[in-house]
């Protein structure tokens, strides 16, 4: 008889990836958390690839991997046993692949790899599926704008990659606009767990 599903509130396979880390190094803290370290390395990567593919120059590229280098969130998530980071990476690949889709004649393959990508991510944690939701709502979106006359004129005349990022921040922004009741209403439940883990951390 199969043994039960000791964590059913994720999807295994960054457990299961854990699991490989303690048959490796032994049910300690080393193998507890080493999958964290490369994953929030690659985090730090796949956020200067977004940047490259969004804006197509270095600057704003390294800026961005930047920010992402002195995020506390990236730095703490990259040193404890969680399924976040491996999701947060695999995420962030999936939008660099599918951004720079967006720029090829032929982006098949870009969005394949975005697919296998997101995939990943919602293997890890089940919030991959909003970034996932968030890419489809894009291409439907750019899809109906070009079927407008002005946007189709647009998009000849080489301005594709400005209307997909306008379409990115404004969806973007919804989606936070989305999550502010919710976040309001948890705010004590919020406050407590924080509380919690800046005592844990401690310790760490």
Not at 74 to 85: E, H, K, L, Y
Not at 130 to 148: E, H, K, N, P, T
């Amino acid at each position: 008889m199969p043994s039960p599903l000791l964590n059913p509130t994720h999807p295994p396979r960054a457990n299961e990836l854990m699991a490989v880390s303690i048959r490796v190094f032994g049910d300690a803290p080393l193998g507890w958390r080493n999958p964290s370290v490369p994953f929030g390395s690659l985090a730090i990567v796949a956020m200067y690839l977004c940047g490259l593919a969004l804006f197509t120059a270095q600057g704003p590229a390294v800026a961005s991997a930047l920010i992402a280098f002195f995020n506390q969130m990236v730095f703490v998530q990259s040193r404890i046993a969680m399924p976040d980071i491996s999701a947060l990476a695999f995420g962030l690949l999936a939008i660099a692949a599918f951004i720079s889709g967006f720029r090829k004649r032929r982006p098949h393959l870009w969005f394949a790899l975005a697919g296998l990508a997101f995939g990943l991510s919602i293997a890890c944690k089940w919030r991959g599926l909003f970034a996932l939701a968030i890419c489809i709502v894009i291409v439907a979106v750019i899809r109906l704008m070009q079927s407008w006359q002005f946007a189709d004129y647009a998009l000849r005349r080489g301005n594709g990659p400005r209307w997909l990022l306008w379409a990115f921040i404004a969806i973007a922004f919804a989606g936070f606009a989305a999550m502010l009741p919710i976040s309001a209403a948890f705010v004590g439940t919020s406050m407590e767990t924080f509380n919690r883990l800046m005592i844990f951390q401690n310790w760490i």
